[in-house]
T-cell receptor, first 111, second 112 residues
């Protein structure tokens, strides 16, 4: 089993819709979870971090964490064409400081 | 504050050549990471370091070496370059604790 898995893409949504991105992880002692956005040809940039079970909201973005299910998700409300990018889930593995990324999900928001 | 600086930005190597990718950060971060990203893929961890003198392997360390003699610098060495090492390489750093990583601008390497 891969350490961090993301739902296979690409994902295409119309402008104004909700985009849902999912991620599962294998290391049960992981404590920190991150969502990065990466535009084509650019470096990843942090969108959200989440450390506790439940939801964390920041503007149009909501991260959800369920440690019992080893699942973390990102919801993007009112999707905009500028949200079109690849979204990377990252997990900081407990004890080792190893930061592991998933394959990424490419999101396209159609005007 | 420059953040994380990678050099060079682009490089073409011939098969069998060696080179060092440089990474420097000026944020006094404890932890540093090297990733490679193949087209359409996520980031694969090559090596990481939790402090000067301490390094550890990631998911894909074969063909690479690292050293960390100072807090600021974390160079990645490629020995005997192979076409399979054609990729974009990212360096990242973060402070201790449950903190996010900051990335450099990447080095695009082509081995021909």
């Amino acid at each position: 089993q891969k350490e961090v898995e993301q739902n296979s893409g690409p994902l295409s949504v119309p402008e104004g819709a909700i985009a849902s991105l999912n991620c599962t992880y294998s290391d049960r002692v992981s404590q920190s979870f991150f969502w990065y956005r990466q535009y084509s040809g650019k470096s990843p940039e942090l969108i959200m971090s989440i450390y506790s079970n439940g939801d964390k909201e920041d503007g149009r973005f909501t991260a959800q964490l369920n440690k019992a299910s080893q699942y973390v998700s990102l919801l993007i409300r009112d999707s905009q064409p500028s949200d079109s990018a690849t979204y990377l889930c990252a997990v900081l593995q407990g004890g080792s400081e190893k930061l592991v990324f998933g394959k990424g999900t490419k999101l396209t928001v159609n005007p | 504050n420059a953040g994380v600086t990678q050099t060079p930005k682009f490089r073409i190597l011939k098969i069998g050549q060696s080179m060092t990718l440089q990474c420097a950060q000026d944020m006094n971060h404890n932890y540093m990471y090297w990733y490679r990203q193949d087209p359409g893929m996520g980031l694969k961890l090559i090596y990481y370091s939790v402090g000067a003198g301490i390094t550890d392997k990631g998911e894909v360390p074969n063909g690479y070496n690292v050293s960390r003699s100072t807090t600021e610098d974390f160079p990645l060495r490629l020995e005997l370059a192979a076409p399979s090492q054609t990729s974009v390489y990212f360096c990242a750093s973060r402070f201790r604790g449950i903190t996010e990583a900051f990335f450099g601008q990447g080095t695009r390497l082509t081995v021909v």
